[in-house]
C-alpha cells in the first residue's frame, strides 16, 4: 500500500503526488476546455488567418529562393543553435512555474512540468485565440496528471502571467534606459516616430499596472476586497463585472500563501526568459549576416512580442510579427526588406516555432496514448497467479 503524508494545510496526498482535493476545492467547478464559439467569432478568426497568411507571403514577396538557400547552406549545421535559446528559456519559464506550485503545496516533477508547459505553448501557437486556450489546457492537465486541485492550479498560472506582465514590462523600462540611439535611429525612419518613446512608456506601465494589480489581488485577500470594491464602482460595465467576480474567486484565496520569496524567484526567472528571446533574437540575425548590437536585438525583439500579443486572434501571430520584424530592422538600419538575409531571418524564426510546435503536439500524443493504456491497464481484471505473486 502507498504510504500517506500530510502537508502543512492537513491535506491528505499520496507520496509522490500532489494533493488530493479537499472538500472545498472539490465544490469548485473546473475550468472548461472547451471553446464555444459563434459563427461570427469563427469568421473573425477564420478572416484573421488569411489575412495572417496573406501577409507573411506578402513580406516575403521579394524573397529569392536561390540567394536564401546559399544562406541557408553558408550557415548549415549550425542553424540547430536557434532552437537552444527557447529551450533555456522554457527551462526558466518552468521553474518559475514550479516554484509557485510548490509554495501552493502542490507537487509536479520538474520534467513533466516541462513536457506540460511545451505542450500549452503548442497549443498557443497553433490555434486561433491560443493564448486563452492553452490556460485552460494547462489547468485541465495540472489537474489530471498530478491531481492539483482546481483553485491551486489557477492560482498558480494566475501568479504566473502576472509575472509574464511584469517581467515584460520590466525589460520596456531597461530598454529605454539603454537604447536611447537605437530608439533614435527608429524614430528618425519610422512615420510618427517621435512617439515610438512614449508607447514605450506606456506599454510598460500598462503590463506593470496589470501584473502588479494581479499580484496585490493575489496576494492579499485585504488588499484584493480594498482594489476590487473600489474598481466595482466604475463607470465601465465589464470593469465593474470583472472586479465584482474577483471578490469570490477561489484561487485568490489559495494564491494568498504563496510567499514573497516565491514571488521574487518566479519573477527573477521570467525575466531570465525574457533575455533568452532577445538573446534568440541576437543570436540568429548573426547567423544570417546581419551584426546587430544587444540593444537593437532588445528593440527587434519587445517590438515583436507587443506586436504578436496584440494579434493574439492570429495564430503565433502569422504574418503580423514577421512584417514588424521587417520594418522594425528596416527602420534601424541595419538591413533592408529585400535583403535575402531578412528572409532568412523570418523563416528561421518560424522554423523554429514549428519545431517547438510539432515538440509540443508530439508530447501530448504519446503522453495521452500513454496514459489511455494505463486506464485500459487498470480496469482490466486481475487474474488470480497474478494478485497472488503481487502480494507474495
Not at 61 to 76: K, S, V, Y
Not at 138 to 143: C, D, F, G, M
Not at 227 to 248: D, G, M, N
Request: aromatic share 8%; net charge positive.
Amino acid at each position: 500500500m502507498p504510504s500517506h503524508d500530510r502537508n502543512p494545510h492537513g491535506e491528505s496526498s499520496l507520496s509522490g503526488r500532489g494533493p488530493l482535493v479537499d472538500s472545498h476545492e472539490a465544490s469548485v467547478p473546473p475550468p472548461s476546455t472547451e471553446v464555444q464559439q459563434t459563427l461570427g467569432q469563427k469568421l473573425v478568426r477564420t478572416a484573421a488567418l488569411l489575412f495572417g497568411v496573406g501577409l507573411f507571403a506578402y513580406t516575403l514577396r521579394d524573397l529569392q529562393i536561390t540567394d536564401l538557400g546559399r544562406l541557408l547552406a553558408e550557415i548549415g549545421p549550425a542553424c540547430v543553435l536557434v532552437a537552444v535559446p527557447q529551450a533555456v528559456g522554457i527551462l526558466f519559464h518552468t521553474a518559475a512555474w514550479k516554484e509557485l506550485l510548490a509554495a501552493l503545496k502542490s507537487r509536479a516533477p520538474y520534467f513533466a512540468l516541462v513536457g506540460l508547459y511545451v505542450e500549452a505553448e503548442a497549443v498557443r501557437m497553433a490555434l486561433p485565440a491560443g493564448p486563452a486556450i492553452s490556460e485552460s489546457f494547462s489547468a485541465w492537465q495540472l489537474k489530471s496528471r498530478f491531481e492539483v486541485a482546481w483553485t491551486r492550479s489557477l492560482a498558480s498560472m494566475a501568479a504566473k502571467k502576472a509575472w509574464v506582465l511584469c517581467s515584460h514590462a520590466a525589460c520596456f523600462v531597461l530598454l529605454l534606459l539603454v537604447g536611447h540611439e537605437a530608439f533614435a535611429r527608429l524614430a528618425a525612419n519610422t512615420p510618427g516616430g517621435f512617439a515610438l518613446g512614449w508607447v514605450a512608456a506606456g506599454t510598460a506601465a500598462c503590463l506593470l499596472l496589470a501584473g502588479t494589480l494581479t499580484i496585490v489581488l493575489l496576494a492579499s485577500r485585504r488588499a484584493g476586497r480594498v482594489v476590487t470594491s473600489i474598481l466595482s464602482r466604475a463607470p465601465w460595465k465589464k470593469l465593474r463585472a470583472w472586479a465584482e467576480e474577483q471578490q469570490s474567486r477561489p484561487e485568490a484565496v489559495a494564491a494568498a500563501s504563496i510567499p514573497a520569496k516565491s514571488h521574487a524567484a518566479a519573477g527573477l526567472l521570467m525575466l531570465g526568459q525574457w533575455l533568452t528571446e532577445i538573446a534568440e533574437t541576437w543570436l540568429i540575425l548573426h547567423l544570417v549576416g546581419i551584426p546587430v548590437t544587444f540593444t537593437e536585438a532588445f528593440v527587434v525583439e519587445l517590438g515583436g512580442s507587443l506586436v504578436r500579443s496584440l494579434a493574439f486572434v492570429v495564430p503565433g501571430g502569422l504574418g503580423v510579427q514577421d512584417a514588424s520584424y521587417v520594418s522594425l530592422l528596416s527602420g534601424l538600419g541595419v538591413a533592408s526588406p529585400e535583403s535575402g538575409a531578412v528572409a532568412a531571418f523570418v523563416l528561421l524564426k518560424r522554423a523554429k516555432d514549428i519545431f517547438y510546435v510539432a515538440l509540443g503536439l508530439g508530447l501530448f500524443a504519446l503522453g495521452n496514448r500513454t496514459r489511455s493504456r494505463v486506464f485500459r491497464d487498470q480496469k482490466k481484471p486481475i487474474s488470480a497467479p497474478t494478485l497472488v505473486e503481487n502480494q507474495l
